[in-house]
């Protein structure tokens, strides 16, 4: 069925079943959209104007019943899979903004690849009322994501909020993500409600898991609920926990309107729906607002609050968290961390907050240069509701055009590739991973050209000769591990192998102990991770934040397929680790590239200097010579095997590689 695009007030709506027909110019500069239903021959615009209008007016929320004492914003926050989004449904079930059908649907993880993995990537709101001894509230919680790569949403929605729900998991008691996100939390002084969660474990061990909120967070243990966020079991005493522990917003009802946008998302349709927190002032429909940032000026179209779903309200009032349409048509014009005020009652901007820092940066293709429009609208649209990746024109004369783009850590990476594939069908190239590295130039010459002596290399093919730098810089990051004691000698030996330098280390009870440790990130960006779940049989956590740069010895690397550089393997490495990585590079591609027709040579360069090679042997036969005569058929299977292989391959000269070889062969094996 065709959708109708029905333009009220400046809002674009549409309705299935009906076909856009014509469009006219009105006399007074309305456009007239005159349409046709199957059953209709023509129904005017303003019939469907008033419906739209009356279903508004019904839906439209009253949230003046919510004095600022009333009110209560919090975010959900936690270690990776200690069952926020879980915690998120029954709260939202307990107070009857979803329907019972929707239980144990994670409503709040919508992506596709946020069901598919099981985790949460984009932090979401949710506006609940509840009935505190017989007093309505407007409780507003935001649900985050868990992983390290992710803790920038987090931030933002501290920011909305003044307390959180710290969950903690009554098996695995506090990991790494509780520690980083606790102090997030501790230090934007909001009130902290630990809450243990999956009592209904079989292991679970509460008292243990109260013992470590008090010696790491010196939260007293009484402080602590238990509860079970699958069975629903005292879930609550949770509700009762915000409305008595966290404080109401202190904002003044009666100062100019100051609207803090924490968060934006971009529909087709309508353009930008910014999340906003109201610090001061109200809004209503048909305000005139502007953007500190841009200083535009916009008209309010539609604005209310997510229950989780868009819930239009009359007005928004100071202390409250909801949406605002108002025609931006570019997230870039709803800035995360920017404020709104009316047009004529300036005021001081809200303090805001950093832009999100890419940490790893790669090249991205398309697999044939005709596809380069399609996966460029895509990448464009991908990034209207993802402002943390960071896009630059990149082009090479092995791949052709593309971009390179930034990410906040390598599952971000990830998490964008699969949903390139899924929601736009785009198929692409992702070059080897890499961090941002530094160069201090040296050539007055450079300095000049380069507008400063600080270069900051983000692709490997534009790394500057040693001859024209006084210096390269590598980022570091400071990293926290928590692990069982049991596996302390191992850690340790992987994070010498990783250039770690240990900084600190504390038991957090008699059997587990937090290490903390400083590393060059690319060290730990690729496989670290991994490596460290395996060797502690999945009981250690890890997470790390920026910690500067500093200088280090680096070279490039190339990598040659029969003497033919392949681009998208060309990498940084430090000196020290040259030959031991190049070796191991080139015996995973001698793994992951297969058998072809003749011998291939993989080998490992510096300059012309060859510091590894490994061979992949030819096929002894061709398996596709006997298939003659009868043997139609399997030949003709056998031939679309191959085409279907090569469709997932890329060529390099006249070399096979498989597409996800690029990204695997940076990862190594550790003991
Ligand atoms: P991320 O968003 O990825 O960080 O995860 P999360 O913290 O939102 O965790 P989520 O709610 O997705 O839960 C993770 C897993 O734990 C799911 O399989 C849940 O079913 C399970 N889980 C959550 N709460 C409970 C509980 O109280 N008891 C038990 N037994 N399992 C639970």
């Not at 102990?513 to 395996?534: A, G, Q, R, T, W």
């Not at 139609?632 to 060529?651: C, D």
Request: aromatic share 8%; glycine share 6%; proline share 5%.
């Amino acid at each position: 069925m065709s959708a109708l695009l029905v333009r009220e007030a400046g809002v674009f709506r549409h309705f299935s079943g009906f076909k856009v027909f014509r469009r006219k110019v009105h006399g007074s500069g309305l456009i007239r959209f005159v349409f046709r239903h199957r059953w209709m021959k023509v129904l005017p615009f303003w019939s469907g104007c008033r419906r739209m209008s009356s279903r508004s007016n019904k839906e439209a929320v009253d949230l003046s019943v919510f004095p600022v004492e009333r009110i209560r914003n919090f975010c959900i926050i936690a270690h990776i899979d200690h069952g926020k989004s879980t915690l998120a449904d029954r709260l939202l079930e307990i107070t009857g903004a979803i329907s019972a059908a929707d239980k144990n649907r994670q409503v709040l993880d919508q992506l596709q690849v946020e069901r598919e993995r099981g985790i949460t990537v984009k932090a979401q709101t949710a506006s609940l009322f509840y009935s505190h001894q017989g007093a309505p509230h407007l409780l507003n919680l935001i649900d985050t994501p868990g992983h390290v790569d992710f803790s920038y949403e987090v931030s933002r929605s501290i920011s909305a909020c003044q307390g959180v729900l710290l969950i903690v998991d009554a098996n695995q008691g506090i990991q790494a993500q509780t520690v980083a996100n606790f102090y997030l939390a501790f230090e934007a002084q909001l009130a902290i409600v630990p809450v243990i969660n999956k009592i209904d474990l079989k292991n679970a061990d509460p008292e243990r898991v109260e013992a470590q909120i008090e010696k790491v967070f010196d939260i007293p243990r009484d402080e602590c609920i238990r509860i079970s966020a699958k069975l629903g079991t005292n879930v609550d005493k949770v509700l009762e926990a915000v409305v008595e522990r966290i404080p109401p917003p202190a904002v003044q009802p009666d100062s100019p309107l100051r609207a803090l946008v924490f968060d934006s998302n971009f529909d087709h349709y309508r353009g930008v729906l910014a999340n906003v927190a109201l610090f001061g002032g109200s809004m209503k429909k048909g305000d005139r607002i502007m953007s500190a940032h841009l200083m535009k000026t916009y008209e309010v179209q539609e604005l209310g609050i997510l229950r989780p779903h868009e819930t239009p309200a009359s007005k928004l009032f100071a202390g409250q968290v909801g949406y605002v349409i108002a025609g931006m048509k570019d997230v870039k014009e709803a800035q995360i961390g920017d404020t709104l005020f009316h047009q004529d009652r300036p005021v001081e901007p809200l303090p805001g907050f950093k832009p999100a820092k890419p940490m790893v940066f790669a090249g991205m293709f398309p697999m044939d240069q005709s596809e380069y429009s399609g996966l460029r609208s895509a990448i464009e649209r991908l990034t209207l509701n993802d402002s943390s990746v960071a896009v630059q024109k990149d082009s090479s004369l092995a791949l052709g055009a593309g971009w390179r783009l930034g990410f906040l850590g390598l599952l971000h990476m990830e998490v964008f590739n699969q949903r390139l594939e899924q929601e736009f069908n785009a198929s692409v190239i992702v070059t080897a991973p890499t961090v941002p590295y530094k160069a201090l130039l040296s050539s007055p010459k450079l300095i000049k050209e380069h507008g400063g002596e600080e270069l900051t290399i983000v692709n490997p093919a534009q790394f500057p000769d040693r001859s024209v730098i006084s210096q390269y810089q590598e980022p570091i990051v400071i990293g926290t591990i928590l692990a069982p004691d049991l596996y302390t000698g191992k850690i340790m030996a992987l994070c010498l192998n990783r250039r770690g330098v240990q900084k600190n280390m504390v038991y957090i009870d008699d059997q587990r102990v937090m290490m903390k440790y400083l590393f060059p990130l690319n060290e730990i960006v690729v496989d670290f991770y991994d490596l460290l779940k395996s060797m502690s049989s999945g009981y250690a956590s890890f997470d790390y934040e920026n910690a500067g740069y500093q200088a280090a010895d680096l070279i490039k690397m190339d990598i040659l397929l029969n003497g033919r550089p392949v681009e998208e393997l060309t990498t940084i490495v430090h000196k020290e680790r040259a030959y031991s990585s190049g070796k191991a590079m080139c015996e995973r591609l001698r793994d992951s590239i297969p058998r072809q027709m003749f011998e291939i040579a993989v080998q490992a360069a510096i300059g012309s200097k060859v510091i590894a090679r490994e061979t992949i042997k030819a096929y002894k036969k061709n398996v596709l010579a006997k298939c003659y005569g009868g043997d139609i058929t399997r030949k003709m299977k056998l031939l679309k095997r191959q085409a279907e292989g090569k469709k997932k391959m890329r060529r390099i000269g006249n070399v096979d590689v498989p597409k996800d070889a690029f990204i695997s062969v940076l990862k190594r094996k550790d003991k």
